[in-house]
T-cell receptor, first 113, second 115 residues
């Protein structure tokens, strides 16, 4: 059974720092992995989608990597800003039940001005 | 323009009542989903419709009844609300179903509080 874990559960860093959020999954048989951002009252915003054949994806200050064999993904945020404060969720689409996403519980990120 | 929209955003109601949450997507997608996010922040899929047909029903009590009048809408009706139904409900859509590279787009969520 696929399980997704995100560590740490919460992270607080000063503005301007580079940071890494971690996501691990137990079954490497996935189609893709997606990183989302959740802002209170604003739902979920898709940040990056990495296909199983890819190693990384970049969007602006965000870089997501995928190491399928070890069951790990990282989301790197460069030069963090207070506006980056949100909960970051990762989700995998498993091959076995590819109609759904299996979610981590998220990392709550606070960027201090 | 909002791609996936839900109404209402907040819903506070008494136990035993019946309520509905509406979802609409203007992306031209074939597939729509309902997720429930519990207090521990995990999202669990409840239902999925593909071209107005029910595809997934994940062990959800039959008090929950989804309805898809057309491809762009998937509404969720809940009968006899219970305290445990309190959660945030998210609607989502994707272009097609059963595609490996399928990306899902989410609505803003509906926070349901049952008193």
């Amino acid at each position: 059974k696929q399980e997704v874990t995100q560590i740490p559960a919460a992270l607080s860093v000063p503005e301007g720092e580079n940071l890494v959020l971690n996501c691990s999954f137990t079954d490497s048989a996935i189609y893709n992995l997606q990183w989302f951002r959740q802002d209170p009252g604003k739902g979920l915003t898709s940040l990056l989608l990495i296909q199983s054949s890819q190693r990384e994806q970049t969007s602006g200050r965000l870089n997501a990597s995928l190491d399928k064999s070890s069951g790990r993904s990282t989301l790197y945020i460069a030069a963090s800003q207070p506006g980056d404060s949100a909960t970051y969720l990762c989700a995998v689409r498993p091959v076995q039940s590819n109609y759904q996403l299996i979610w981590g519980a998220g990392t709550k990120l606070i960027i201090k001005p | 323009d909002t791609a996936v929209s839900q109404t209402p955003k907040y819903l506070v109601t008494q136990m035993g009542n019946d309520k509905s949450i509406k979802c609409e997507q203007n992306l031209g997608h074939d597939t729509m989903y309902w997720y429930k996010q519990d207090s521990k922040k995990f999202l669990k899929i409840m239902f999925s419709y593909n071209n107005k047909e029910l595809i997934i029903n994940e062990t959800v009590p039959n008090r929950f009844s989804p309805k898809s009048p057309d491809k762009a809408h998937l509404n969720l009706h809940i009968n006899s609300l219970e305290l445990g139904d309190s959660a945030v409900y998210f609607c989502a859509s994707s272009q097609v179903w059963l595609a490996g590279d399928n990306e899902q787009f989410f609505g803003p969520g509906t926070r349901l509080t049952v008193l």
